[in-house]
């Protein structure tokens, strides 16, 4: 989450690469999953960490799918992936309750043994040993 409120993707990239982010719903199967948001980075993600806005422009990321209204009771799945399918990054899930419960400069990412909120130097240092 920024300062002014905007959403935003964090993705640790570790020890492969990743080429864009997609926002989901997820219906049960991969036929019934509904697309919220795409967005492809303007060149592979190496090791580290890349962000982004979810709802504006950001430098080095285009919106393949330009991000669509989020709804009350309706849960998100946020994920990594890459262009031919080697890899990927750990997917979260969440609610707008777990978003409006986000402040600037916190993360919330599948940790080792649940969903957890840190924040964005301590994502730094442990998303890595938790995936």
């Known amino acids: 989450m920024t300062d002014g409120g905007q959403l ?10 990743i080429d864009g982010a ?3 719903v997820d219906g049960g199967d991969a036929d019934s999953e509904v697309t919220v948001g795409s967005w492809t980075a ?3 993600l ?4 890349a962000t982004w806005t979810l709802d504006a422009p950001a430098a080095d990321w285009t919106a393949t799918t330009s991000l669509k209204p989020l709804t009350a009771k ?7 992936w ?14 707008l309750t777990d ?20 924040p964005v130097a301590e994502f730094k240092t442990s998303a ?3 995936s």
């Open 99 to 118: 978003r409006d419960g986000l402040t600037s400069g916190m993360v919330r990412y599948e940790g080792a043994e649940s969903v957890v909120t840190v």
């Open 74 to 80: 309706t849960s998100y799945t946020l994920y990594g």
């Open 46 to 49: 190496k090791s580290g960490l």
């Open 8 to 17: 935003v993707g964090v993705i640790m990239v570790c020890g492969h690469h």
């Open 42 to 44: 303007a060149r592979p």
């Open 128 to 130: 890595c040993e938790d």
């Open 82 to 95: 890459t262009k031919d399918n080697s890899s990927s990054a750990s997917s979260v899930d969440f609610t």
């Open 22 to 24: 997609t926002l989901y």
